[in-house]
């Protein structure tokens, strides 16, 4: 069967980017290939420095979906990533050309491929609660709590991710479930949220570097390079807008949170750097967690010297471009 759509995820600077643009300039004469963004920070407008988006260039070079579709007052969820991203696929497919999807938000993925329970809404009076402990014994304590609840999703937090082991201890405290149960049952609530594609139909290149610094030399070259490059400007921009606060997803995306933080004086200007290339390394480890979990992935070497051939191969493979 010829795949629905190709998936490229990996960790932060892993090199997906380049990677799907030498892959549609690979497939330019097999009518070509779009890139839908399966990136849950690159939705947001006005965050470009900081989100590593790809350049005007880039942008330019290859048509992409689900880019700057959101100012960052407004939240986007998983669902409405499932959403859009099938209707991108079904109008990519309708000109002819090869979707793309590429990013390393891993719940997106889940829920396009797999579909999302109903799980519950958010609750105030519980979540008010949930607060309260935490600004008495703090988010790590509350992390430890959750450890307790629900190990499987606190492996997958760091012990300050407040929004998601809020959010977590939320669910569990609400319907007595931890939050992961809803994920491991998804399959079975595909209806809920539309047909799933399934991996079948959509191939997932994942790639995972074997030399750990590797990655962190290219994240910490990364946040140097944005810095260099005007983010604690853009930082500063956003925050004069007047309506955005701390608490708000766009501004909890790895390397804002820390830059609002620096800004606001909770944390010292001198920290920012260590802070945000932290920050970014565990949620590098994290998606990795996530993506080696998956026995559907094709792992390629992200640091390895035949990567692109590899995947021009796959490519062509899947897309039934060789024998």
Request: hydrophobic share 40%; aromatic share 6%; charged share 20%.
């Amino acid at each position: 069967m010829t795949a629905t759509a190709l998936a490229i995820a990996g960790p932060t600077a892993s090199g997906k980017t380049a990677l799907a643009l030498a892959i549609a300039a690979h497939l330019k004469n097999q009518g070509g290939a779009e890139i839908i963004s399966v990136d849950s920070a690159l939705v947001y407008r006005g965050m470009d420095i900081g989100t590593a988006k790809p350049s005007p260039q880039e942008l330019a070079a290859v048509v992409h979906h689900l880019i700057d579709i959101r100012d960052p007052l407004n939240a986007y969820s998983a669902a409405e990533f499932a959403h859009d991203a099938k209707t991108c696929i079904a109008d990519i497919q309708a000109r002819g050309k090869v979707p793309l999807l590429v990013g390393g938000t891993m719940l997106y993925f889940k829920a396009l491929l797999e579909g999302l329970n109903d799980m519950p809404g958010a609750d105030p009076q519980v979540r008010s609660q949930i607060q309260a402990e935490a600004q008495e014994k703090g988010w790590p304590a509350l992390h430890t709590q959750l450890q307790m609840l629900d190990p499987e999703t606190a492996l997958r937090l760091a012990p300050a991710d407040s929004q998601r082991i809020s959010r977590a201890i939320e669910v569990f405290r609400i319907s007595g479930k931890p939050l992961s149960s809803f994920h491991q049952n998804s399959s079975r609530a595909s209806s809920h949220q539309g047909s799933a594609l399934g991996w079948s139909q959509v191939p997932l290149i994942s790639l995972e570097p074997s030399n750990r610094m590797w990655l962190h030399q290219r994240i910490e070259q990364r946040f140097d390079d944005m810095l260099a490059h005007g983010f604690l400007d853009e930082m500063k921009a956003l925050r004069q807008r007047g309506d955005l606060t701390a608490d708000l997803p766009a501004m909890r995306c790895v390397g804002y949170r820390q830059a609002w933080e620096a800004l606001e004086g909770s944390i010292p200007m001198s920290d920012l750097r260590d802070r945000g290339v932290f920050a970014t390394r565990q949620l590098a480890k994290r998606q990795l967690t996530w993506l080696r979990s998956l026995p559907q992935r094709h792992p390629l070497q992200a640091d390895g010297p035949a990567v692109l051939e590899q995947a021009l191969d796959w490519v062509d493979r899947h897309l039934h471009l060789v024998p």
